[in-house]
């Protein structure tokens, strides 16, 4: 059964929330989380970022990595190169993935600065940020196994979905954790806990509230 | 010597944890259990030792441009032979249990960040030093908070339940029950932040006892609290002003970048 629209963008934004849940981009988000506009303009570059790498990836893995079958057709294969039993997924996953996705942040980034100055001044600072960022990669990796068919991963559409939901989630974490340490900046922190420790603190809260979302709709993540 | 200084300044001095702050995704996501914990810093070990000395040793040869990009690329290699040898070496709960986060140490800033600021600049030998000094300061931590969110979260110690303790009739210690939630996601960020305070005390308490003894003239200024939303007083006001607050900064040790590296 394919997974539908709604159930991927519930799933991935509140109840497998990639920072609060899945552990994934947690430099960017206590690392640019201080002002409220830095991690807007961190979130949209993620979202923008993680949507196009999700497709990208999407769209190795299923056509070039995974071998032949019903499902999905092996590019490799159609043009009479060999392909083995496996597939190219376990030697070139992690690297074919990586290479892709520093590739296109850099190809973004060069569009960006072309076409768009206007979003190139504001999203610019972050994008050069997001190639080590381990939410995009992460979520590459996640889209080749999660959601009930680990063995095949999500269709290119979907991935494409899942990755732009993920940003989403990821820019809902940073606006509310932002917000969050502008008050705890004004209060009275125990010298101890000052900056990083409460943000850590804050963030457990935070995941905390999250798991109500659980079985929300009755999706099972 | 100096190589050796090389390995037993990292742990402690140089923690990618506690003191860099690197590395937080692998090191909040598999802290559930020490088996995890251990596991996943050997892996992080094993590749950041390969690539420190592959990058040591091609660093003449690497154009300054596409350094960053070299380095990936060695980094990932590296990677991909680690997540094919767990994949043959450990059991299978380990593997599940690690799961995406095996091949996201290509991603994980500890080893860029080791690439670009050691390996880059050092011999392949210190940068052997360098990297098992790191990898172990990674277990150290990893340990630490696994040891924690294990044995109050899950009840159990290296997979082994903690059973009540009985003299003759009279229980000692009783059946522990686990506080659920700590091996759960919020409890990764609260034991963290709670560990992360610990050190910062501790480094505090430390760092005051230091001044306090080299210089006994200048007087304590009072208060334990931030003024919140003042720029830190003029250095009239009791020299260094020990106790003036950096709202929003993290206090612990003293060579901490100014941002976490994403």
């Known amino acids: 059964m ?67 079958n019903l499902e999905h057709t092996n590019l490799l294969g159609v043009l009479g190169l060999p392909v083995p039993e496996g597939g190219y997924v376990l030697i070139l996953k992690t690297i074919s993935f990586i290479l892709v996705i520093a590739g296109l942040v850099q190809f973004v980034e060069m569009v960006l600065k072309k076409s768009a100055p206007a979003l190139y001044r504001a999203l610019g600072i972050y994008l050069p940020l997001i190639t080590t960022n381990c ?25 494409t979905v899942n990755g732009f939901c993920g940003g989403v989630g990821f820019l809902l974490a940073m606006l509310l954790m932002s917000g969050i340490r502008q008050r705890l900046a004004e209060r009275r922190v125990p010298k101890a806990l000052q900056g990083l420790p409460i943000a850590f603190i804050s963030a457990g809260l935070m995941a905390l509230a999250f798991m109500g979302f659980t079985k929300l709709f009755g999706i099972a993540v | 010597m100096s190589l050796l200084k090389e390995f037993t300044d990292k742990p402690f001095k140089h923690n990618p944890v506690f003191v860099l702050v690197l590395g937080l995704c692998p090191t909040l996501a598999v802290t559930t259990s020490l088996k995890n914990g251990v596991a996943m810093a050997a892996a992080t070990t094993a590749v950041l030792v390969c690539a420190n000395i592959l990058i040591s040793l091609i660093r003449r040869f690497v154009p300054n441009q596409i350094r960053i990009a070299c380095y990936i690329v060695v980094i990932a290699g590296f990677v991909t032979m680690v997540e094919i040898a767990m994949k043959a070496i450990a059991p299978e709960a380990i593997n599940k249990a690690l799961g995406i986060f095996i091949p996201l140490i290509v ?24 990297g098992l000094g790191i990898g172990v300061g990674f277990l150290l931590a990893l340990v630490a908070i696994a040891l924690v969110r294990e044995v109050l979260g899950a009840g159990t110690l290296w997979g082994y339940r903690l059973t009540p303790v009985t003299v003759g009739p009279t229980t000692v210690i009783p059946q522990y029950v686990p506080i659920t939630v700590l091996g759960m996601a919020p409890g990764a960020f609260i034991v963290i932040g709670l560990l992360f305070g610990l050190f910062s005390l501790v480094g505090n308490r430390r760092r005051d006892a230091a001044r306090l003894v080299a210089v006994p003239a200048v007087p304590q200024v009072a208060g334990d609290f931030p003024k919140p939303k003042k720029k830190p007083a003029d250095k009239a006001e009791g020299g260094e002003a020990p106790s003036e607050p950096r709202p929003s900064e993290p206090q612990p040790s003293e060579p901490r970048p100014p941002e976490p590296r994403p």
């Open chain 1, 2 to 68: 394919e997974v539908g629209y709604l159930e991927l963008a519930v799933g991935s934004i509140l109840i497998s929330n990639v920072v609060l849940a899945k552990f994934l981009g947690l430099c960017p988000f206590f690392g640019v989380s201080r002002r409220t506009s830095d991690a807007v303009g961190m979130g949209l570059a993620v979202i923008f970022v993680m949507s196009i790498a999700s497709a990208a990836t999407a769209l190795i893995y299923r056509h070039l990595l995974l071998p032949t």
């Open chain 2, 107 to 130: 991603v994980n800033c500890i080893i860029l960040g080791r690439a670009e600021a050691f390996a880059s600049k050092h011999g392949p030998l210190a940068s052997l030093m360098d």
């Open chain 1, 135 to 159: 939410a995009v990669m992460g979520m590459a990796l996640l889209n080749t196994e999660a959601w009930r068919d680990p063995a095949n991963g999500l269709p290119v559409h979907l991935a």
